[in-house]
């Protein structure tokens, strides 16, 4: 490394590399070791070198129309000089001398370099705010504990309706900063859901969905970043749709179309045995998609399984529980006794089920699907009067009241079941 005395003390002199000439004008530099020793001297020169470079760095990284980017940078360029960075309000408020020592600094320079500098040692980079694109990043997160123990495709489908939402709001009002968020633009908003809906291309529950992730992002974004905002995002929402619930399969339907010899035959396997291991189980086809082959217990006095939050999120937890095979239900599981891997922690075994029984006539009406399976078992364990608790306990519902017990053995449920299965 070049070293040479001026005077008394020693410099480093050096060429300016090319990659730094946008940010300074100089084409050579002479840098004080604050020094009269040689020996000296150039145990300090790298270092002092280094130190210049990483100026240098920081100063091109500030040399960008990224909001973000460049606040970071001035931040870094400051912490080189040897500041901490202060916004320019606060930097006005310094004794003189620190104060002028900050100009002195930027003065130094010229051009943008000196724009940048000043920005750096004088306050002059303004802090970011947080766009609407930014805070889907943020809140990913911050929800991680929603998504603890969701299986890759479970978190696929949680994060897709809020990706969603979120593209919505930005294609209408654009991807704006949250303090930055108009009443006029959600209620623009609104209008867009509005015109959808009214056309017959969208329904009011689809919109609302849209307005409860949108509010559930942005607000938590701003609690946990602490901006103390208050978004307006009250008072947006449609009217729901009357609820409506899927229509059982009638008993009759179930044993002369469902149950009739070849009616299933050309569904591939493990699709057909999670069809027929539902009819006397009521569970729900992702639970039977991501059993895994420990928890298909056929060799002991109570067939069952055992559903698991295993490699998947279960819809509560109360969702938890084991069913006793019986009937029909029993035979499908000794067809598939390893589970079925082509549709574990997959969300397609509904989509093929459905497109097999519309295909083959094999819905009782079009309102139909798989999901009625589940409808129909409970209607079935109702007209067999069974109790409220193991009803609540087999279905994987909540009790409504604190649980007492164990509840009824498995063998118990078993022989209940048995008594109207299929």
């Given at each position: 490394m070049n070293v040479k005395r001026r005077n008394k003390t020693f410099h480093i002199v050096r060429r300016v590399p090319k990659r730094y000439?946008?940010?300074?004008?100089?084409?050579?530099?002479?840098?004080?070791?604050?020094?009269?020793?040689?020996?000296?001297?150039?145990?300090?020169?790298?270092?002092?070198?280094?130190?210049?470079?990483?100026?240098?760095?920081a100063s091109l990284a500030g040399a960008t129309d990224d909001a973000e980017r460049r606040f970071a940078a001035a931040k870094e360029l400051a912490a080189v000089r040897g500041?901490?960075?202060?916004?320019?309000?606060?930097?006005?408020?310094?004794?003189?001398?620190?104060?002028?020592?900050?100009?002195?600094?930027?003065?130094?320079?010229?051009?943008?370099?000196?724009k940048i500098?000043?920005?750096?040692?004088?306050?002059?980079?303004?802090?970011?705010?947080?766009n609407i694109s930014k805070a889907l990043e943020l809140y990913w997160g911050f929800a991680k504990q929603d998504t603890i123990g969701k299986s890759?495709?479970?978190?696929?489908?949680?994060?897709?309706?809020?990706?969603?939402?979120?593209?919505?709001?930005?294609?209408?009002?654009?991807?704006?900063?949250?303090?930055?968020?108009?009443?006029?633009?959600?209620?623009d908003f609104r209008e867009t859901w509005m015109e959808r809906i009214t056309a017959g291309d969208a329904k009011p529950d689809t919109a609302n969905k849209d307005f409860q992730h949108i509010g559930n992002i942005?607000?938590?974004?701003?609690?946990?970043?602490?901006?103390?905002l208050v978004l307006p995002l009250d008072g947006l929402t449609f009217k729901a749709d009357k609820e409506r619930s899927r229509p059982p399969f009638s008993v009759d339907?179930?044993?002369?179309?469902?149950?009739?010899?070849?009616?299933?035959?050309?569904?591939?396997?493990?699709?057909?045995?999670?069809?027929?291991?539902?009819i006397n189980t009521g569970y729900r086809p992702g639970e039977a998609a991501g059993l895994m082959p420990h928890h298909i217990r056929l060799d002991v006095d109570v067939p069952h399984i055992s559903i698991e939050p295993?490699?998947?999120?279960?819809?509560?937890k109360v969702s938890q529980r084991v069913i006793p095979l019986v009937g029909v239900s029993l035979e499908a599981f000794k067809q598939c006794p390893q589970g079925f891997p082509t549709y574990r922690f997959k969300d397609k075994i509904s989509d093929t089920v459905n497109k097999y029984l519309r295909e083959h006539d094999l819905l009782e009406t079009p309102e139909h699907v798989l999901y009625s399976l589940r409808h129909s078992f409970e209607d079935r364990m109702i007209a067999a009067k069974v109790d409220d608790r193991i009803r609540r306990d087999l279905f994987g519902h909540s009790l409504g009241r604190e649980r007492y017990g164990e509840g009824a053995t498995l063998a118990h449920k078993r022989d209940i079941l048995q008594s109207f299965a299929l």
């Open positions: 000439a946008a940010i300074e004008p100089r084409t050579q530099v002479w840098i004080s070791l604050h020094t009269d020793s040689e020996t000296v001297a150039r145990q300090k020169a790298p270092t002092a070198w280094a130190h210049m470079v990483e100026g240098w760095e500041y901490s960075y202060l916004p320019a309000d606060r930097v006005a408020q310094l004794p003189r001398e620190k104060l002028l020592e900050r100009v002195e600094s930027a003065l130094k320079l010229n051009g943008d370099a000196a500098e000043a920005r750096a040692v004088l306050g002059g980079a303004r802090e970011p705010g947080i890759e495709d479970q978190l696929r489908r949680w994060e897709h309706p809020r990706k969603r939402a979120i593209a919505n709001l930005i294609e209408e009002i654009g991807d704006k900063e949250l303090s930055e968020i108009t009443g006029d633009d959600m209620l942005l607000r938590t974004v701003v609690k946990m970043k602490r901006l103390g339907w179930i044993k002369t179309k469902l149950l009739a010899p070849g009616a299933l035959d050309s569904l591939n396997t493990e699709a057909r045995c999670i069809l027929l291991g539902m295993e490699g998947r999120q279960l819809k509560n």
